[in-house]
C-alpha cells in the first residue's frame, strides 16, 4: 500500500498549529503536529487529530441539498447554484436590496477560499443587513483600534514570548488555545513566562489558565471595567505617565487620564469582587517589570462594558510605556499586510439597523440585531438569508427567537458541510469540499501572531469531481446572482493565482515560489515597533480619548452598583469547536462536559443536590441543566459551556444529538450588548437557578 506524508496548517483554531499528515492508499489515516514547524514545532491538540473524524463523518454532507416538504433530496450543483442565485435576486428585486441578509460565521477566516471570495460576492450583492460572528466576539478590539489608531487590524499582541509580566484578563488560552495572540503551543510558553517572571489571570472561574498561572484574581463577573479604572489610577498615583517614546504622537492624553481619575472607585470591592490593596500590588508589579504587558479577550469582550474595558488595557500598555514596545504589545507586520493601502480601516454609524437604530460597524451590524429584523414586518425586512461557515441559532443571543425568525423567512441558503441546528432552516444547502483539498493561506492569523511567520498550505488531496471548494461556491454563487439581477461579474482568479498576486502586492519580496519551497512555513523572525509609523489616525497620532468611548465612560459612573443574585459565563474545553464539533467522536468521548458549574454556598442556598438536574432562567427563557458543585467558580458565579443544544429536531449530527447539554444562548439576551460597538454581552448574564421537581 502506498504511504505518503503531507503537510499542512491545521485550519481549526487561531493557533494555525503545522500538521503533519499520513496518507495510506489516498485515505487519511494519522496526524501528528508538524516536528518542523518553526512556530509550532510539532504542537497538536485533541481538535488537531480529529480532522480525521472530519473526513470520515457519515453525517457530513458531500452534495447539494435541497429541501423539499419535510424532507431533503440531493441535487446538481448547477441546479442549486443557479436556483440559489436566481432566488436571492428574486427577493431583492421584488423588496429591496436589503431584504437580503448575510451571516458569516467564524470558519470562514480559516479559509482562503472565504477570506479572499466572500468581499466580491458581498460587494455584489449590496446589502448594508450583513452580521457574522464578529459581533459575538472581538468587535470591541476592532473598535477600539479603528478610534485609537485609525485601522480595524491595527492591534497591538502582547509579546508574550518576551515579556516578564502578563496581565491576563477574560482569555483561558490553555483551553482555546489562543486567539488575537497566535501562539501555537501556548500552555509552553506561558509556563515560560511564570517560570521567568509573572503571569496574572483575570477571570471568574479558575480556568486552566488560572491554573498554570502565577496568581489567580477572581473577579465579578463584568467587573473588569472598574479593576481596570482602578489599575490606572494606582499606576498614576505611583509614577507619572512613561510616554516619553511616544513624544508628538499622542493626543488627548490628559483628557482621558482626567475623566478617567474623576471615576469614583469607592465602591471597587462591591462591583469587581477585587478590592484596592490588591490593585495596588498588581499596579506596582507591573510597573516594576523590566517589559509587561496587559491583554484581554473574549471574556472582557463579551460583557456590557466590553469597549471600555479594551480602550483601558490600551491605556495601561501606554502609560507604562510597553506599547509598541519587544516584550510588551505590539503590532505584527505580515507579508500579507490586513492594513495599510488597499485594506478597509473600518468605520461605525455609516448606518442603522432598522428596528432597532443600532449603528453598523466595519461595515456590518450586530447580530444580536439579526432575529428582529427577520421577524419584524415592514420595509427594509429581511426576507432571504444566506449563511456561510456559522451555526448562530447556536452561537448567538436568544437562539429561539433567532430559529423562529428563521423558519419565517422566503429563502435562506447555507454554505456549510452540516446539516445543523440553523442550515436546518434552510432550503439549500451548499456544502464545500474538505479543508484539505484546498489552497489556503492565513491571511489573519499570521497577522495576529506573536511571531512573524508564513505558511502556505497546499491542497493534499484532489476534491472529488462532484464537489466545490468553498471558493468554487462562492465565485459561482456571484456569477448565478448577477446573472440573475442582470448585473456584471468578474469572477477572481483561482486561489493560488490570487495568493500569488497579493503576495506580489505585499511587497515583502516573498513570493509563492517561496513559499512553496517551503512546506514547514517560513519564520521571520519576532515582533519589532511599528505602530507609531503605521499609525492610520488623521493626524497620525494615538487618540487616546475617543469621544464615543469618553461618553460611554460617562455613563459608567451613573450606574449604580449591581444587585446580587447569579450571573452566568462560559468556559471553552480543548475538546471543543464553538458549536460545531461534537459530531467527531474523538471529541466528545470520555466523561460529559456540559454541566453548569455552582458554587456548593449557592447550591445549598437554592437547595438543588450536586448532580441534579435543574433549571436556569434568564430573561430570555429557561433550559434544564445539569449542575456540578465547584469551587473553580466563587458564590454568584455559575459556568456553563457554550455550543451545545444538538437535539432539535431535524438536525442530521448523530453523535452530536445524543449528547446532553442544552444551548448556552437560548438564554442569551439580545438586548445585552456593549454599548460603543454593539458587540452581544454573552457573559455576565442575569439568571436564576431553580429546582426541578
Ligand atoms: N454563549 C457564548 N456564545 C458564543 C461564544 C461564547 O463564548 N459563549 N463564543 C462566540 C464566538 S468567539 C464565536 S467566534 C461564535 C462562532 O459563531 P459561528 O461561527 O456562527 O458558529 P460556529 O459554532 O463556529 O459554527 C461554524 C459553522 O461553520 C460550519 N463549517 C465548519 N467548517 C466549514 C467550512 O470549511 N466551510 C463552511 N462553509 N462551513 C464550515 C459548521 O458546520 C458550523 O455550521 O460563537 C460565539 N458564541
Ligand atoms: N478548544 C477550543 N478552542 C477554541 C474555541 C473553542 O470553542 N474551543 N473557540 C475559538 C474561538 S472562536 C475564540 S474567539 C477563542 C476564544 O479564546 P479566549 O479568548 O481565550 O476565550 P475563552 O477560552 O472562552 O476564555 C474566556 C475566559 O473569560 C472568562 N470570563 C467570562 N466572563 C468574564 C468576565 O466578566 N471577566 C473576565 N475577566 N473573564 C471572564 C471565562 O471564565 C473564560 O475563562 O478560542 C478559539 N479556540
Ligand atoms: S491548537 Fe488549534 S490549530 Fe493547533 S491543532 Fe489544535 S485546533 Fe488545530
Ligand atoms: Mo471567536
Redesign the pocket.
Known sequence: MSEQTRFRAC?LCEAICGLELRYVAGELSAIRGDANDPFSRGHICPKGNALIDLERDPDRLRRPLRRRGGDWEEVSWEDAIAEAGERLAAVQRAHGEDALGV?L????V??FG?IAYLPPLLRALRTRNRFS?SS???WPHQLVNLVMYGHQWLLPIPDIDRTNYCLMLGANPVASNG?LMTAPGIEKRLKALAARGRLVVVDPRRSETAAIASEHLAIRPGGDVWFLLALLHAMLAISPPRVDAYAGRLAGLDAALQAIAAVDLADLQARCGIGPDTVQRIARAFLAAPRAVAYGR?GVS?QRHGSLCQWLIQLINLVSGNLDRVGGALPNQPIVPVTGPGTSPGSRGRWHSRVRGLPELCGELPVAALAEEIATPGPGQIRALLT?????V????NGRALEAALAGLDFMVS????L?E??RHAQLILP?AS?LTQYHYDVYFNAFAVRRVARLSLPLAERAAEQRG?WEILSGLGAAHAAAAGKPWTPLPPPRELLAHWLNAGGSGIDIAALEAAPHGIDLGPLEPSLLRRLQTEDRCIQCAPPLLLEALAALRAEPVEPGGLRLI?R?HVRS????MHNAPRLVKGKPRHHLLVHPADLAATGIADGARAQLRSVSGAIAVDVMASEDVGPGTVCLP??FGHGREGVRLSRAAELEGAS??DL?DPLALDGPSGNAA??GLRVSLERLA
Do not use: C, E, F, K
Not at 460565521?105 to 470562514?108: A, E, R, Y
Not at 447556536?394 to 443571543?397: D, F, G
Open positions: 485550519p451571516y460565521g467564524n470558519p470562514n480559516h479559509h472565504s460572528a459575538v466576539d472581538q486567539s473574549m463579551t456561510s461557515a456559522g451555526n448562530p447556536l452561537s448567538t443571543p454554505i456549510d458541510p452540516y445543523n440553523t442550515t464545500p479543508a468553498d462560559g471553552r469547536n464553538n458549536s460545531w457554550h455550543g448556552y444562548n442569551g454573552l457573559n
